[in-house]
């Protein structure tokens, strides 16, 4: 399962975000999404699949909304195991009568964008086999050529097991982030974190990796970014990294403003 989100290397396992209605956020996540519960008290609130608790919420109503010129969280993609957990949620969202932000057939990944209360985009992802992912000469990954229809029709009509839960084994697939510099987020990627670049769309997108997968981190500039995320803002509070190769815990600050949290796992 996942064969790309092992912590054998440093990759990103839990996303943490600054919330201002942490119940109206917890009914979200909890029951519209349905994602399990792992610890709630009056200050914060850990979720994901029953064995993979990727998604912290903390209670900041003091915080401000993100300008539109600062760099920020663009979406964070939670990946499922199979392509009926998929269709499982599609379906339930739908019946929910939750809006759906749109849906991609990306050639490496089937992916389902919607929004939280709050306004954080929110990804479900199921990653195709690697033999559909395609390359250019350079083996970089084609962006060009990962826009085509998803099959809703398949998505709608797909049988799932009732018995069991849509986030089976999910995980945190990757994060994606609005970037105001491009050119020193590559130098920190690259140098600091040791991450390899997959994807770079026009000079206006750049996605990396480790374990050779299509991206674990993603950053862009569609938009009208100039400065850094400041501090106490709603949104991407840190990500937290895991690996059983680094020599020690430390927090690192990327050049958006982004904090990086790397965890030796023990």
Known sequence: MHPYHNTKQLIPTQIHLNVKNI?????????????FMHEQNTESVILGSHEHAFLVLHHTPDYLSVSNYESHLYHFAILVNEPYQLAHILQHLVSKQYPIDGASDHQISHAV???????????????????????????LLDGQAMIKPFDADLYLHMKYPKDEVWHNHAVLGHVHFHSHDLDATD????NTLSYTLTMNLNKQALFYSVHDYHHHLGFNRWGNFRVPLEDNKLGIRKLVFESSNIKEDKTLTDPNGFVFELKKVR
């Open 113 to 139: 964008y919607l929004t939280d209360p709050e306004g954080n985009g929110i990804e479900l992802a199921y990653d195709r086999d690697e033999s559909y992912w395609p390359r250019i000469d350079s083996q």
């Open 187 to 190: 130098a920190f990627m690259i």
């Open 23 to 35: 119940q109206r956020m917890t009914t979200f996540y909890n029951d519209t999404l349905g994602l």
